[in-house]
Every structure is written in structure tokens, then in C-alpha cells.
């Protein structure tokens, strides 16, 4: 009898299942999908809010690489007034153009000079020759700066 008994118990767990897992299967993990949209669209707002301009990628109208240009443009500009800027020195009533040895009449500098800019060395001058000196500058185009201590 306790043979059956036994036989009896153990064709029951082989018939209900037992003794394997009958739970159904796990989800799988769905982060990588998420990651992956995540990124996407990440990508998609980054196009769309002109963060790719310098790459040429950008889907608005440009006006920041406009913008960029101009910039480059005034600082090229403004480079090259300022290595085109004269400088003149006035000493007593005598002007001196640039790194010249000795000084010259002022008429002579002022002839020399036209368009542009020029700035006045004025420390060492007379008042009245650099008062004469400006206005001929100013009169011939050019645009002037006084610097006087």
C-alpha cells in the first residue's frame, strides 16, 4: 500500500507539472527601445533648433551664420583700418609722419596724407600747429585722432 501511494503522489506531480517552472516568461527589458527614441528625438530637436549651423545641417533660415560673418567681416575691417592708421608726431611747429627721421612743415605732412585715418601724436606740439594740422587732415578725408596727454 505504500508502494501505490507513492506511485500515486508522484504521477500526480508529473501530471500537474510540478517540479518545473509553469509561471509565464518575463518581459523583456524595453530600455535599449527607449534609449534609442530618446536619442532620436534629442537629435531631431537639435536640428530643428539651429544647433547644427556650423556644420551647414541646420533647418532654420541661417540668420546665426549671417550673423557670424558680418562679425568676421567688421573684425577684418576694423584690422585693417587700424594697420592703415598714420601716425604723426608734432614736435614745436614740425610733424613728423610715422618712423621718419627727421621732422618736416606740417603742410607737406598733410599733403602726403588723404583718405584713411591718422592719429596725432600732440604732447611736444603747439597747440595752434595741431589745431592747423587737423583741420587740413579733416578737409583732405582723412579721419583724425588727437592724442594728447
Known amino acids: 500500500?505504500?508502494?501505490?501511494?507513492?506511485?500515486?503522489?508522484?504521477?500526480?506531480?508529473?501530471?500537474?507539472?510540478?517540479?518545473?517552472?509553469?509561471?509565464?516568461?518575463?518581459?523583456?527589458?524595453?530600455?535599449?527601445?527607449?534609449?534609442?527614441?530618446?536619442?532620436?528625438?534629442a537629435l531631431v530637436g537639435a536640428?530643428?533648433?539651429?544647433?547644427?549651423?556650423?556644420?551647414?545641417?541646420?533647418?532654420g533660415d541661417g540668420r546665426g551664420a549671417k550673423q557670424v560673418q558680418e562679425g568676421a567681416a567688421k573684425?577684418?575691417?576694423?584690422?585693417?583700418?587700424?594697420a592703415a592708421k598714420a601716425r604723426v608726431t608734432v614736435e614745436g611747429e614740425r610733424c613728423r609722419l610715422g618712423d621718419e627721421a627727421s621732422p618736416r612743415g606740417c603742410d607737406a605732412v598733410c599733403r602726403d596724407l588723404s583718405g584713411g585715418a591718422?592719429?596725432?601724436?600732440?604732447?611736444?606740439?603747439?597747440?595752434?600747429?595741431?589745431?592747423?594740422?587737423?583741420?587740413?587732415l579733416q578737409g583732405r578725408g582723412v579721419k583724425v585722432t588727437v592724442l594728447a596727454d
Open 75 to 82: 573684425a577684418k575691417k576694423a584690422v585693417g583700418e587700424a
Open 47 to 59: 536640428y530643428l533648433g539651429n544647433c547644427f549651423q556650423g556644420l551647414g545641417l541646420s533647418a
Open 118 to 136: 591718422a592719429e596725432i601724436e600732440a604732447t611736444a606740439g603747439a597747440q595752434r600747429t595741431v589745431d592747423t594740422l587737423r583741420s587740413c
Open 1 to 41: 500500500m505504500v508502494v501505490m501511494v507513492v506511485v500515486a503522489v508522484v504521477a500526480t506531480r508529473a501530471a500537474l507539472g510540478h517540479g518545473r517552472d509553469v509561471s509565464p516568461p518575463a518581459r523583456k527589458s524595453r530600455t535599449g527601445v527607449f534609449a534609442l527614441l530618446a536619442v532620436l528625438v
